[in-house]
């Protein structure tokens, strides 16, 4: 077979500071020519030298690439052309973020206790609370934002500084399901959105606890 000097490039998509390792997999309908498998690369437009790139790897027809410390900006897959066969294959990008967050709820007990739980009583007035991951990667004079997405609804609120990696909101928990994300902006000014990947379903059965 014969093959073109130039590749096909394919935007893989933006990547800002907060994307600690960017991982590609194509994947082709039949069984690829090694040397086609083999010239498959991912890059950024601007050729910076500044991150740190694994070897590609090969599973069959399926060939995984990946980068720890992308640098900033667009990114393209790019794919060896052949000039007498045609090849079908799909692309996906996967990043590790390097901010992430985790949610609960702060509710008073009836001894005037306080009380976190992952699971809020529905309808109750409660303290959601984020704690945040890479407090440094994000812009201290920035707003963040939690959004609530739900059947029927769908809630944003600013969220309000307590400590250090700590933020909170006092909010009416929904009667439904909802997942929770988060949104800000980082250090360089890009704006970032993390969707935690556990959907908080309230419970209808609320005991709290008290003193004996």
């Known amino acids: 077979k014969q093959w073109y000097q130039r590749r096909v490039a394919i935007t893989a998509g933006?990547?800002?500071e907060t994307v600690g390792r960017l991982t590609m997999q194509v994947t082709?309908?039949?069984h690829a020519d090694r040397r086609l498998l083999d010239g498959i690369s991912m890059s950024p437009q601007d050729n910076c030298n500044t991150h740190n790139q694994e070897t590609g790897s090969r599973f069959g027809n399926i060939v995984h690439y990946a980068v720890h410390c992308p640098c900033v900006g667009e990114w393209q897959i790019k794919v060896p052309?052949?000039?007498?066969?045609?090849?079908t294959f799909s692309a996906k990008t996967f990043g590790d973020f390097s901010i992430g967050f985790d949610v609960d709820f702060e509710q008073a007990a009836s001894n005037g206790n306080v009380e976190w739980t992952k699971q809020p009583c529905a309808g109750d007035t409660a303290k959601l609370v984020i704690t945040l991951t890479q407090r440094d990667s994000i812009d201290e004079a920035s707003r963040i934002d939690v959004l609530l997405?739900?059947?029927s609804f769908d809630d944003i609120f600013?969220?309000?500084t307590r400590d250090n990696d700590k933020w909170y909101v006092?909010?009416?928990i929904p009667k439904v399901s909802f997942k929770v994300a988060v949104r800000g902006t980082t250090v360089a000014g890009n704006t970032f959105l993390r969707i935690h990947n556990t959907e908080i379903k309230p419970t209808t059965t609320c005991l709290k606890t008290e003193n004996i």
Do not use: A, H
């Open 28 to 30: 082709f309908q039949r």
């Open 149 to 151: 997405n739900g059947e």
């Open 14 to 16: 933006y990547v800002d």
């Open 158 to 160: 600013r969220l309000r």
């Open 81 to 87: 052309r052949s000039i007498d066969n045609s090849w």
């Open 170 to 172: 006092d909010i009416k």
